[in-house]
């Protein structure tokens, strides 16, 4: 791999034989959250309680960011930050005003009104640099998505769920990585790498990458390749994501049985996110 290093901040691990380009990134320095580059993921369950849906589960410190775990009355609430939208999972405006948020609908929505990405991309690398949840109960999440996934059945033109990193079972030390096409209906398809293993590093952190080409995804972890999907490739733009979640909360508005009061203050830690570009 291809050592880059970026002033005052962790370097980036880059696929041998070609040359880079950085074309987006964030650093998370500052105090709070870069709203040009991001903005909070905005699902039925998380309208519920609006005001804990993303700001006070978030924290900007020490140049990373932090997705915290937040308990408040026995419920348990979590972040998800994007640089992009999927269309059809947002409901419009006009579904609250005839049925409140209190009465989702479960895994159906109206496709909501189309929105300027704040950043999406194409093929390259993707790198997050980033510590997963210390508890179980919840997982962590680097990934991408199309914005109109699942709105015909090829995933070239149709796009790709790309799960980068997920971190399901940090008490089991594994992640894994996962596409996921054909949108979230009857029509759903997917290809993984089943559960790998994550080591123990000195500071809990470790490096996760992609290399998105128009036949696969190649898959790394700190600088070594560890697995190739290419069952479906998109060949869209899509945006990015990164995200936690409460196991659970789908079906149970947020009361999670796995998670213990004692775990509020966890969190999933992102020291960084690059794109870069392949270059002549």
């Known amino acids: 791999m291809i050592q880059y290093d970026h002033e005052g901040h962790a370097p980036s691990f880059l696929p041998d034989g070609k040359k880079w380009k950085l074309v987006w990134n964030d650093e998370f320095d500052g105090n709070k959250l870069d709203e040009t580059k991001w903005s909070f ?20 410190k020490d140049s990373c960011a932090h997705l915290k775990l937040v308990e408040k009355d026995g419920e348990f609430y979590t972040c998800q930050l994007q640089t992009g939208e999927n269309y059809m999972d947002r409901p419009g405006t006009e579904f609250y005003e005839v049925n409140g948020a209190e009465n989702p609908p479960q895994f159906h929505w109206p496709i909501a009104k189309f929105s300027e990405p704040k950043f999406k991309h194409r ?10 949840q210390k508890n179980p109960g919840w997982w962590c999440a680097f990934w991408m998505q199309s914005p109109i996934i699942g709105c015909c059945p090829d995933p070239a033109v149709a796009g790709v ?4 990193m997920e971190c399901f079972y940090p008490d089991k030390k594994t992640w894994s990585a996962n596409n996921h096409w054909g949108g979230y209906g009857p029509d759903h398809q997917h290809e993984g790498t089943g559960e790998l293993p994550l080591p123990d590093s000195e500071d809990g952190f470790h490096t996760f990458g992609l290399l998105w080409t128009p036949e696969k995804y190649v898959y790394y972890m700190d600088g ?6 290419s069952k479906a490739v998109s060949q869209i733009e899509e945006f990015l994501l990164i995200s936690t979640e409460a196991m659970g909360y789908r079906a149970s508005f947020h009361h999670a ?3 213990k ?3 509020a203050g966890d969190a999933f830690i992102v020291d960084h996110i690059r794109v870069f570009d392949e270059v002549e």
Do not use: M, S, T
Request: with cysteine; net charge negative.
């Open 161 to 164: 769920e790309v799960d980068i």
């Open 261 to 263: 009061k004692e775990y």
């Open 224 to 229: 070594k390749e560890v697995a190739q999907l």
């Open 257 to 259: 049985p796995q998670l």
């Open 41 to 60: 993921r905005r699902h039925l369950l998380q309208l519920k309680h609006h005001a804990l849906a993303g700001e006070e589960a978030l924290e900007i």
């Open 123 to 132: 093929y390259g690398y993707y790198e997050c640099r980033c510590k997963p």
